[in-house]
Nanobody
């Protein structure tokens, strides 16, 4: 049974940091690309960052470049998203999703918001 479980969401002040985790099970992370997506109220879902489980190559949306860092630990079947210098516009529910790596480039997964399996999401709120 495939599962993705996000954790780490919280309420934080502007300029603060958070680390989100996506714990995966039921598939081999090396063969999948994991994406982080977010959706704010009234807005479309946005691809934030995606990482290939096998070689670690990654993609970032322009809105988070130089602030967010994605990483994976294949031994722990976990993908993390380190978020620094958070802004109010980062407020959203953050989801992780999995897609087989073989046929879809990492950038396409993020930009097209693709995923075969999705987690339930974790809330990130940035406010003073």
């Amino acid at each position: 049974q495939v599962q993705l479980v996000e954790s780490g969401g919280d309420l934080v002040q502007p300029g603060g940091s958070l680390r989100l985790s996506c714990r995966t099970s039921g598939f081999i992370l090396n063969y999948y690309t994991i994406g982080w997506f977010r959706q704010a109220p009234g807005k479309e879902r946005e691809g934030v960052s995606c990482i290939v489980g096998g070689d670690g190559s990654s993609y970032y949306a322009d809105s988070v470049k130089d602030r967010f860092t994605v990483s994976r630990d294949t031994a722990k079947n976990t993908v993390s998203l380190e978020m620094n210098n958070l802004k109010p516009e980062d407020t959203a529910v953050y989801f992780c999703a999995a897609l087989p790596s073989a046929f879809t480039p990492v950038q396409v997964m993020c930009e097209m918001k693709l995923g075969d399996y999705w987690g339930q999401g974790t809330q990130v709120t940035v406010t003073s």
